[in-house]
Each structure stands twice: as C-alpha cells, then as structure tokens.
C-alpha cells in the first residue's frame, strides 16, 4: 500500500505514523505530507528517512490511501483532490463527519457501513470515539434511551500549541496561549467555540455523532465537555439510562468481551483507569461501573482512552485495516 498522512508533521500525524509502523500496517511506500512550510523536513518511519512533500505533490503520486490530519480547511480543499485520483481518503477533521452522503466510523461499532462507494470516510471526534465503543454493546442489550457525559479532556487534543502552553506555564515561562485562560492548575469549561444554543461545537458534536455512529437518533445525549491541565488522554463520566433493567455483572461481562474495551475496575484495590496509564495505548478503559441508585435502569461509568491513538489515529489506521479486510483498498 502506498500510504500519505497528510500532516505527518503534527500532533496525530506523528501517531498515525507511530500507529502504521505498530500494526504492521502493509506500507509499501510512505509518503508524509505538510504544508508548503515543512517540504524537504525529513520523517522517520520504521527505520527509514522520507522527505515531506506538498498535499500538490502527494496527489501526483496517486497513494492507495491518505490518512488526513491538518485541519478542516485542508480536508475540504484536497480530500476531494485525492479522492478525484483514486485515493481513498480517512479524514481526522469534523469538514465530512456530518455530510449525510459521508460514513462516520467506529470500526467496532459500525464498520458494516463501509463500501466501494466510500472514497472520503470520516473519523469522529475523539471524545465520540471512546464513548461509543462502549455504549455500543449496551446499546444492543439494554436500548439506551438517554446519556449525560461530562469530559475531561487532554491538552494533547487541542495540538502542539497547547502542550507548549501547558509545559510553558508549569516552567513559569511566557509564551504563546492555545487557550483563552491559563490552562495550568486549571479547569475550562470551553472546547471549541460556542454554538448559539449556548453549547460548544465539541459538546454538540458528541451528540450528533453518536447518533451517526450508532445508527439511532433516539439516543438522547447531552454533553459538558471540559478541559483539564493533562496529557495522555481524556476521561469522561457518562451516565446511561436504559429502556431495560440490567445486572450490574451482565454489564460487566458484556463490556470484559467488547473488542478494544478494556475492563479496569477493582474499587477494592483502588483500581480504575487514568489518563496517565491510557497513555500511548490503542485500547478504550472502564471501571467505576456503578448502578445510579437514583433512577432505576440507569448506569454510571467512567471511561478513558488516549485520545491521539483511538481517539484519532488508531481509529483512523483501524479504518484502513477494515477497508482491507473487506478487499475495499
Ligand atoms: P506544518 O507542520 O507544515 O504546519 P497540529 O494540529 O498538531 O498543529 O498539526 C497540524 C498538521 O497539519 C501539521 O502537520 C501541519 O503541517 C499540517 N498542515 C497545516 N496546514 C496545512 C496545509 N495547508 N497543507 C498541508 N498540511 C498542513
């Protein structure tokens, strides 16, 4: 496979890169792609030294497939480009996730949905990602009706900029700001921009992309999505009511076989999952699995993941690799 990652030079492109070489993805070729600033810088993978090139250059040398991750306004201007070559195109950014004729994809919630037809697929937002994975099996068991998620999200998310500012900050060093406020011994209750529902984009796209994802605009979410002074991933509080009524130990079964759900949850030895040990790991962890003892049918869970790997490259990579799977690259 001739594989491009469009923003090889960025936070999530230098994962993807990471991510491809890990699961032996079959790259016969490795193009790495940045913008006009970076041509000529070179990128390691697997061993070997490859120069950067223009998305104009990239799309001149026809790759089998293109990891994208430079921003919606570089996926809207040369997904097409590339999908217009014969390309197939995973995109990192929210530019496609929402356009009905474009596929929204959890390998392990809704991979099904892939065909010949898909030439731009979209990879969610990372918070949607790790939530859905294990929604997904509950969903099937039980019928969710309603979620309520509040996040705790990673500097990491937001790009270099911000894990500058973070780094910068704890140094007592004045630098360049990602956010609006001091993100050190912090908490903002802002990501993205706010929408004039009063919500933030990220909140809204927790909502309307699990619906996608899942299949079901009956799911009911509602969001606050936050983010906190950490690096290694996201962690979300997610509250769960269900048509029907559970065991507390079929939920834990049902989550234990869940393909890339891991199960961290021994309150008695003061085991539940951390950001810090989600860190450079592809897998989504549970633990804090809880009946809400204020509602009947009504769940609490606690889910981490590192946010630059399945949240964004290792989802996307998981993409390809199904496509191959299916004989769809
Ligand atoms: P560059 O390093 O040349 O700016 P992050 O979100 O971590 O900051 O990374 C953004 C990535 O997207 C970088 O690799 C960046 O490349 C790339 N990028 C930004 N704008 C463009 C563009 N117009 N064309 C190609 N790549 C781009």
Redesign the pocket.
């Known amino acids: 496979m001739k594989v491009a990652v ?9 994962e993807m890169l990471t991510v491809l070489a890990a699961r032996n993805f079959p790259v016969t070729e490795l193009i790495p ?7 000529g ?1 070179e990128i390691e993978f697997k061993g070997k030294q490859y120069k ?1 090139v ?2 104009d250059e990239a799309i001149a040398l026809k790759p089998d497939v293109a990891l994208f ?3 919606g ?2 996926s809207l ?2 997904a097409p480009k590339f999908a217009a070559v014969g390309t197939t195109v995973i995109d990192n950014s929210s530019a496609w996730r929402m356009d009905p004729s474009k596929q929204l994809v959890v390998p392990e919630v809704n991979g099904h949905v892939l065909s010949a037809a898909d030439k731009i697929i979209a990879n969610p937002n990372c918070s949607t990602i790790q939530m859905v994975v294990v929604l997904k099996p509950l969903h099937e068991q039980y019928t969710i009706k309603r979620v309520v998620v509040s996040t705790y999200q990673s500097v990491t998310g ?4 911000a894990v500058k500012q973070l780094t910068d900050e704890r140094a007592g060093i004045e630098g360049e700001k990602a956010y609006p406020y001091q993100i050190d011994l912090n908490v903002i209750p802002q990501i993205d921009v706010f929408q004039e529902n009063g919500y933030t984009k990220e909140e809204m796209k927790m909502i309307k992309e699990t619906n996608k994802i899942m299949g079901d605009d009956s799911i009911r979410v509602t969001a606050t999505t936050v983010r906190i002074p950490v690096i290694g991933g996201h962690s979300e509080s997610v509250n769960i009511e269900f048509t029907n009524d559970f065991d507390i130990d079929d939920v834990r079964a049902l989550l234990v076989k869940q393909p890339g759900v891991v199960v961290v949850d021994d309150p008695a030895h003061l085991k539940y999952p951390m950001p810090k040990d989600a860190h450079g790991k592809d897998e989504v962890f549970v633990g804090r699995i809880r009946r809400d003892e204020s509602q009947p049918k009504t769940l609490n869970l606690w889910v981490v993941a590192d946010n630059l790997r399945k949240g964004a490259a290792t989802n996307a990579v998981q993409i390809a690799e199904t496509l191959l799977e299916k004989g769809l690259l």
């Open positions: 469009v923003g090889a030079t960025g936070l999530v492109g230098s792609v940045a913008s006009e600033r970076s041509k810088k950067v223009t998305p991750s430079a921003g306004g570089t201007e040369y937001t790009g270099v900029k």
